[in-house]
């Protein structure tokens, strides 16, 4: 059983410089699962059995990806729909409340700079702002939100930045749950 378990939700992830390597730093640590959803589901079509199972068997739970229009990509929003409906709605008793109090983090990655996600730059919001329906999210499944971990800049990057980030990203999850 990983303590940590990481739900990748990249549509393409070969041409993702950025999501890979953290995905790859991710990997190298004991305890920590690195799920790659598109390749498991490409059409979609998601196991719920197997994702309540894989939710159930770690301690803490990450949803990594990128930032899409503002939001998750759409095969995120779609193991959402039907993972967090089937054990919240549904199955409460014998699935929802035994996920309650793990720990929740996400990963995401921009390509845009910091400075873009502020009142006075293109996006108009701070991403943090962006991702609050994902807390109402741990909010209401009793998981324990985390400040989330950011990648500005993500398409960016040059080799150095990239390695210094996956680092930041592994050092941050090897942090005590909290």
């Not at 770690?58 to 995120?76: G, K």
């Not at 109090?101 to 990963?107: D, N």
């Amino acid at each position: 059983m990983p303590e940590t378990q990481i739900l990748l939700f990249h549509p393409d992830l070969s041409r993702s410089r950025a999501n890979r390597a953290l995905a790859a730093a991710a990997a190298a640590l004991p305890s920590v699962e690195v799920t790659d959803m598109q390749a498991l589901y490409p059409s979609h079509d998601i196991d719920v059995g197997e994702e309540v199972r894989r939710l159930l068997s770690a301690r803490r739970i990450v949803l990594q990806f990128p930032v899409y229009w503002y939001s998750t990509p759409p095969l995120l929003k779609a193991w959402q729909d039907a993972v967090l409906t089937r054990m919240f709605y549904v199955n409460y008793e014998t699935e929802g409340r035994k996920l309650e109090g793990r720990a929740l983090l996400v990963g995401a990655t921009a390509g845009n700079v910091p400075e873009a996600y502020s009142p006075g730059g293109v996006n108009l919001f701070p991403l943090e702002e962006l991702l609050r329906p994902l807390q109402a999210m741990a909010n209401r499944c009793g998981l324990r939100w985390s400040k989330p971990f950011l990648l500005y800049g993500a398409n960016k990057l040059d080799a150095q930045a990239l390695e210094c980030a996956a680092d930041g990203y592994a050092e941050r999850l090897l942090l005590p749950l909290s």
